[in-house]
């Protein structure tokens, strides 16, 4: 049915972990719909809810119709069926077949060499799959490409920054590429620059940044968009303690609000903390794919259950096996 003001017609929104139709969750329970350009709303903060009227300019009650929300609710951000990548005769990914709910954070782990980069490469369109298909906010990753870069943040392996821009340059150009305001792009880089404490770099060229610096520029770019879904490839490398935490702290609060996120990290204590969904790849195929739930023991443990760990018996010249 029809809203009876302006005769459009009524939608659904999500909230808390979902970001549908840009809605976000706020702690008193009042809601912030960016799109419908309406300021204020009071009503539960969770749950699948319809509108009385519209998503438009004008006010409107809230109905709770549904409290699944999160991860819980089946709504898939990523998916992949059969993801395949070959380099002549080296199988890279082999088959690789996952689903990523939304609001969710899985971490992707592995070997060396064992597929995790392509994969994210392959999802964010660096890299076209051999054979398979994936989508990425219900979008096909090489059909609608497009779409699909317009609604991600990326952290590449290589970083993908230019020698010749400063960090500040590096964000500003992010903001434009987006087509976020300049009041909005310009306040949240102030924000990066303060809580990531690279603000003295701000005007240095990436040629001459440390690689830490040149990482929480590329993270900051990442998130700057406010993206539906984020994949960044190891974000906590070469990173200083403190603000490693202020990025874990950024990216568990993406996913609070709604964003799903893909990363690879190796840092087990870090990753056990925040994730939801643990992938470990081993020449190329899932030999692990367990919520936090379903872990019956520390991440570590298991992941060195499910990979072959290298020997070092052989090397009786180091000294006494001590681990």
């Known amino acids: 049915m029809p809203c009876s003001r302006c005769n459009r017609p009524r939608r659904w929104v999500t909230v808390n972990r979902i970001a549908v139709n840009n809605t976000v ?5 009042y809601l912030d719909i960016v799109a419908g350009g309406v300021p204020e709303l009071t009503g539960p903060s969770v749950g699948q809810k319809r509108v009385d009227r519209c998503l438009h300019t004008h006010r409107f009650r809230l109905v709770i119709t549904c409290i699944e929300t999160g991860v819980q609710n089946g709504l898939v951000m990523i998916a992949s069926q059969g993801l395949t990548r070959r380099f002549g005769d080296l199988v890279a990914v082999d088959r690789l077949t996952l689903q990523v709910p939304a609001g969710a954070i899985c971490v992707l782990m592995g070997p060396n060499g064992a597929g995790k980069s392509t ?10 799959p051999s054979s398979g298909t994936a989508s990425v906010c219900g979008l096909d990753i090489i059909r609608e490409s497009k779409a ?4 991600i943040g990326v952290l590449p392996e290589n970083l993908g920054l230019f020698d010749e821009l400063t960090v500040y340059e590096h964000l500003c150009l992010t903001g434009d590429v987006y087509g976020l305001g300049a009041d909005v792009v310009q306040a949240k880089i102030d924000q990066f ?3 990531l404490d690279f603000a003295k770099a701000r005007n240095t060229l990436a040629r001459n940044c440390s690689h ?7 993270f900051a770019m990442a998130l700057l968009p406010t993206p539906n879904v984020l994949f960044l490839d190891e974000p906590f490398e070469a990173i200083d303690p403190e603000s490693s935490r202020v990025m874990q702290q950024l990216i568990a609060g993406a996913a609070r609000m709604g964003a799903t996120v893909l990363l690879t990290s190796h840092v087990f ?6 994730g939801h969904q643990f992938v ?3 020449s190329g195929t899932i030999a692990l794919n367990a919520s936090r739930e379903e872990l019956t023991k520390p991440l570590e443990d298991i992941y060195f259950s499910v990979t072959d760990s290298m020997k070092t018996n052989d090397f009786t010249w180091h000294g006494p096996e001590r681990f």
């Open 280 to 282: 470990v790849l081993r």
């Open 148 to 151: 699909v870069k317009q609604r």
């Open 25 to 29: 969750e706020f702690p008193e329970g």
């Open 212 to 218: 830490g610096t040149r990482k929480k520029t590329a």
């Open 193 to 195: 620059l303060e809580v």
């Open 119 to 128: 994969t994210l490469k392959m999802l964010t369109g660096m890299l076209l």
């Open 269 to 274: 204590s870090t990753v056990e903390r925040i």
